[in-house]
Protein backbone atom coordinates (compact mmCIF):
# COMPACT_ATOMS: atom_id res chain seq x y z
CA UNK A 1 0.00 0.00 0.00
CA UNK A 2 0.80 3.69 -0.32
CA UNK A 3 2.96 5.08 2.49
CA UNK A 4 5.06 8.20 3.01
CA UNK A 5 7.36 7.92 6.20
CA UNK A 6 10.75 9.82 7.34
CA UNK A 7 13.91 8.18 8.52
CA UNK A 8 14.55 10.51 11.48
CA UNK A 9 11.71 11.02 13.66
CA UNK A 10 13.68 13.91 15.37
CA UNK A 11 16.87 16.39 14.10
CA UNK A 12 18.92 18.71 16.22
CA UNK A 13 21.10 21.60 14.75
CA UNK A 14 22.86 24.24 15.47
CA UNK A 15 21.58 27.92 14.76
CA UNK A 16 22.97 29.08 11.44
CA UNK A 17 23.84 25.59 10.06
CA UNK A 18 21.92 23.74 7.63
CA UNK A 19 19.20 21.04 7.88
CA UNK A 20 18.39 18.23 5.99
CA UNK A 21 14.94 16.73 6.62
CA UNK A 22 14.53 13.36 4.54
CA UNK A 23 11.39 11.18 3.61
CA UNK A 24 10.62 8.25 1.58
CA UNK A 25 8.04 7.36 -0.50
CA UNK A 26 6.14 3.78 -1.25
CA UNK A 27 3.78 4.67 -4.22
CA UNK A 28 5.93 4.73 -7.52
CA UNK A 29 2.57 6.53 -8.97
CA UNK A 30 3.04 9.88 -6.64
CA UNK A 31 3.37 12.80 -8.86
CA UNK A 32 3.08 15.38 -6.79
CA UNK A 33 4.84 16.40 -3.46
CA UNK A 34 5.06 19.10 -0.65
CA UNK A 35 6.73 20.20 2.65
CA UNK A 36 4.84 21.44 5.39
CA UNK A 37 6.12 22.93 8.74
CA UNK A 38 3.81 22.37 11.76
CA UNK A 39 4.46 24.98 14.96
CA UNK A 40 3.34 23.81 17.95
CA UNK A 41 -0.25 24.44 18.50
CA UNK A 42 -0.78 25.66 15.19
CA UNK A 43 -1.80 23.91 11.40
CA UNK A 44 0.42 22.74 8.74
CA UNK A 45 1.90 25.40 6.76
CA UNK A 46 2.78 25.02 3.11
CA UNK A 47 6.62 25.64 2.52
CA UNK A 48 7.52 24.29 -0.79
CA UNK A 49 6.00 21.78 -2.89
CA UNK A 50 7.05 19.74 -5.93
CA UNK A 51 6.46 17.88 -8.85
CA UNK A 52 7.77 14.37 -9.94
CA UNK A 53 8.68 15.80 -13.40
CA UNK A 54 11.20 17.52 -11.26
CA UNK A 55 14.36 16.99 -8.95
CA UNK A 56 15.17 19.79 -7.53
CA UNK A 57 13.06 23.13 -6.54
CA UNK A 58 14.29 26.02 -4.53
CA UNK A 59 12.54 28.34 -2.42
CA UNK A 60 13.57 31.14 0.48
CA UNK A 61 15.84 29.22 2.17
CA UNK A 62 14.99 26.11 1.49
CA UNK A 63 15.32 23.48 -1.31
CA UNK A 64 13.63 19.99 -2.26
CA UNK A 65 15.46 17.76 -3.82
CA UNK A 66 13.39 14.48 -5.61
CA UNK A 67 15.11 11.39 -6.47
CA UNK A 68 12.11 9.24 -8.41
CA UNK A 69 14.74 6.41 -8.76
CA UNK A 70 15.27 5.67 -5.09
CA UNK A 71 11.51 7.24 -4.22
CA UNK A 72 13.38 9.11 -1.24
CA UNK A 73 12.83 13.41 -1.18
CA UNK A 74 14.69 15.84 0.80
CA UNK A 75 13.93 19.12 2.60
CA UNK A 76 17.14 21.40 3.07
CA UNK A 77 17.12 24.45 5.06
CA UNK A 78 19.76 27.06 5.29
CA UNK A 79 20.80 28.94 7.99
CA UNK A 80 18.47 27.52 9.95
CA UNK A 81 16.96 30.14 12.50
CA UNK A 82 15.07 29.75 15.95
CA UNK A 83 12.18 30.27 13.79
CA UNK A 84 12.17 27.02 12.36
CA UNK A 85 11.73 24.50 15.14
CA UNK A 86 8.87 22.73 14.44
CA UNK A 87 7.96 19.55 13.19
CA UNK A 88 8.20 19.01 9.38
CA UNK A 89 6.09 16.64 7.09
CA UNK A 90 6.36 15.83 3.26
CA UNK A 91 2.96 15.12 1.99
CA UNK A 92 2.24 12.96 -1.78
CA UNK A 93 -0.35 13.05 -3.66
CA UNK A 94 -0.70 10.31 -5.71
CA UNK A 95 -2.62 11.07 -8.56
CA UNK A 96 -2.31 14.77 -9.26
CA UNK A 97 -5.95 16.13 -9.83
CA UNK A 98 -7.02 14.43 -7.01
CA UNK A 99 -6.07 16.32 -3.52
CA UNK A 100 -6.01 13.77 -1.46
CA UNK A 101 -2.32 14.01 0.44
CA UNK A 102 -0.85 11.10 2.38
CA UNK A 103 1.19 12.64 5.39
CA UNK A 104 4.27 11.02 6.43
CA UNK A 105 5.53 10.39 9.96
CA UNK A 106 7.09 13.78 10.97
CA UNK A 107 10.50 15.11 11.88
CA UNK A 108 11.12 17.12 14.88
CA UNK A 109 13.44 20.08 13.73
CA UNK A 110 14.89 21.76 17.22
CA UNK A 111 17.46 24.41 16.62
CA UNK A 112 20.29 24.92 19.28
CA UNK A 113 20.90 28.77 19.79
CA UNK B 1 -8.57 38.21 8.20
CA UNK B 2 -8.25 34.62 9.34
CA UNK B 3 -7.87 32.40 5.94
CA UNK B 4 -9.38 28.43 7.42
CA UNK B 5 -10.72 29.19 10.60
CA UNK B 6 -12.34 26.58 13.23
CA UNK B 7 -14.28 26.80 16.20
CA UNK B 8 -13.75 26.08 18.95
CA UNK B 9 -10.07 25.86 19.45
CA UNK B 10 -10.20 23.48 22.41
CA UNK B 11 -12.96 20.38 23.28
CA UNK B 12 -13.55 18.72 26.11
CA UNK B 13 -16.50 16.54 26.60
CA UNK B 14 -17.36 13.21 28.02
CA UNK B 15 -17.58 9.95 26.77
CA UNK B 16 -20.97 9.90 24.69
CA UNK B 17 -21.63 13.47 23.98
CA UNK B 18 -22.57 14.53 20.67
CA UNK B 19 -20.32 17.35 19.17
CA UNK B 20 -19.59 19.57 16.56
CA UNK B 21 -16.33 21.39 14.73
CA UNK B 22 -16.84 24.76 12.84
CA UNK B 23 -14.89 25.56 9.47
CA UNK B 24 -14.96 28.37 7.55
CA UNK B 25 -12.88 29.37 4.81
CA UNK B 26 -12.29 32.67 2.82
CA UNK B 27 -10.00 32.22 0.37
CA UNK B 28 -12.84 31.17 -1.86
CA UNK B 29 -11.32 27.78 -2.45
CA UNK B 30 -14.13 25.16 -3.64
CA UNK B 31 -12.80 21.96 -1.78
CA UNK B 32 -12.62 21.27 1.57
CA UNK B 33 -11.06 18.73 3.54
CA UNK B 34 -10.92 17.54 7.73
CA UNK B 35 -7.66 15.94 9.02
CA UNK B 36 -7.14 14.25 12.05
CA UNK B 37 -3.63 14.00 13.98
CA UNK B 38 -3.06 11.92 16.45
CA UNK B 39 -1.14 12.25 19.52
CA UNK B 40 1.92 11.08 17.51
CA UNK B 41 1.29 13.59 15.16
CA UNK B 42 -0.24 11.48 12.24
CA UNK B 43 -2.13 13.60 10.05
CA UNK B 44 -4.63 11.67 8.42
CA UNK B 45 -7.39 12.48 5.34
CA UNK B 46 -11.11 11.73 7.16
CA UNK B 47 -13.23 13.67 4.27
CA UNK B 48 -12.80 16.01 1.29
CA UNK B 49 -15.85 18.27 -0.20
CA UNK B 50 -15.94 19.84 -3.05
CA UNK B 51 -18.60 22.38 -3.88
CA UNK B 52 -20.83 20.94 -0.93
CA UNK B 53 -20.33 16.87 -2.37
CA UNK B 54 -18.79 14.52 -0.39
CA UNK B 55 -15.63 13.33 -2.97
CA UNK B 56 -13.22 11.41 -0.33
CA UNK B 57 -14.69 9.71 2.60
CA UNK B 58 -12.17 7.79 4.40
CA UNK B 59 -12.79 4.73 6.46
CA UNK B 60 -14.01 6.90 9.40
CA UNK B 61 -16.46 5.44 11.92
CA UNK B 62 -20.17 6.74 10.80
CA UNK B 63 -20.21 8.31 14.06
CA UNK B 64 -18.48 11.20 12.27
CA UNK B 65 -20.87 12.88 9.83
CA UNK B 66 -19.21 16.13 7.65
CA UNK B 67 -21.55 18.52 6.60
CA UNK B 68 -21.43 21.07 3.89
CA UNK B 69 -23.87 24.17 4.05
CA UNK B 70 -22.02 26.32 1.17
CA UNK B 71 -18.45 26.20 -0.04
CA UNK B 72 -16.94 27.99 2.28
CA UNK B 73 -17.88 25.96 5.28
CA UNK B 74 -17.23 22.07 6.05
CA UNK B 75 -19.07 21.21 9.87
CA UNK B 76 -17.53 17.95 11.36
CA UNK B 77 -20.10 16.53 13.91
CA UNK B 78 -19.31 13.31 16.02
CA UNK B 79 -21.95 11.62 17.75
CA UNK B 80 -21.40 9.27 20.76
CA UNK B 81 -18.00 10.76 21.65
CA UNK B 82 -15.15 7.52 22.20
CA UNK B 83 -11.87 7.93 24.21
CA UNK B 84 -10.09 6.93 20.91
CA UNK B 85 -11.71 10.29 19.06
CA UNK B 86 -9.43 12.35 21.18
CA UNK B 87 -7.29 14.17 18.81
CA UNK B 88 -6.30 17.55 16.83
CA UNK B 89 -8.70 17.82 14.03
CA UNK B 90 -8.15 20.09 11.16
CA UNK B 91 -9.64 21.84 8.67
CA UNK B 92 -8.35 22.52 5.28
CA UNK B 93 -9.29 23.68 1.66
CA UNK B 94 -7.57 24.03 -1.57
CA UNK B 95 -8.67 24.78 -4.94
CA UNK B 96 -10.29 21.70 -7.17
CA UNK B 97 -7.36 19.78 -8.84
CA UNK B 98 -5.08 21.22 -6.80
CA UNK B 99 -3.28 19.19 -3.73
CA UNK B 100 -2.03 22.16 -1.74
CA UNK B 101 -4.25 22.47 0.69
CA UNK B 102 -4.31 25.18 3.48
CA UNK B 103 -4.86 24.32 7.20
CA UNK B 104 -6.55 25.66 10.05
CA UNK B 105 -5.63 26.04 13.60
CA UNK B 106 -6.52 22.89 14.46
CA UNK B 107 -9.53 21.56 17.13
CA UNK B 108 -8.05 19.87 20.54
CA UNK B 109 -10.65 17.20 21.07
CA UNK B 110 -10.31 15.64 24.27
CA UNK B 111 -12.92 12.86 25.54
CA UNK B 112 -12.94 12.27 29.48
Known amino acids: GESVGLHLPTLSVQEGDNSIINCAYS??????FIWYKQESGKGPQFIID?????DKRQGQRVTVLLNKTVKHLSLQIAATQPGDSAVYFC????????????FGTGTRLTIIP | DTAVSQTPKYLVTQMGNDKSIKCEQN?????MYWYKQDSKKFLKIMFS???????INETVPNRFSPKSPDKAHLNLHINSLELGDSAVYFC???????????FGQGTRLTVV
Open chain 2, 92 to 102: ASSLRGRAEAF
Open chain 1, 27 to 32: NSASDY
Open chain 1, 50 to 54: IRSNM
Open chain 1, 91 to 102: AENGNFGNEKLT
Open chain 2, 27 to 31: LGHDT
Open chain 2, 49 to 55: YNNKELI
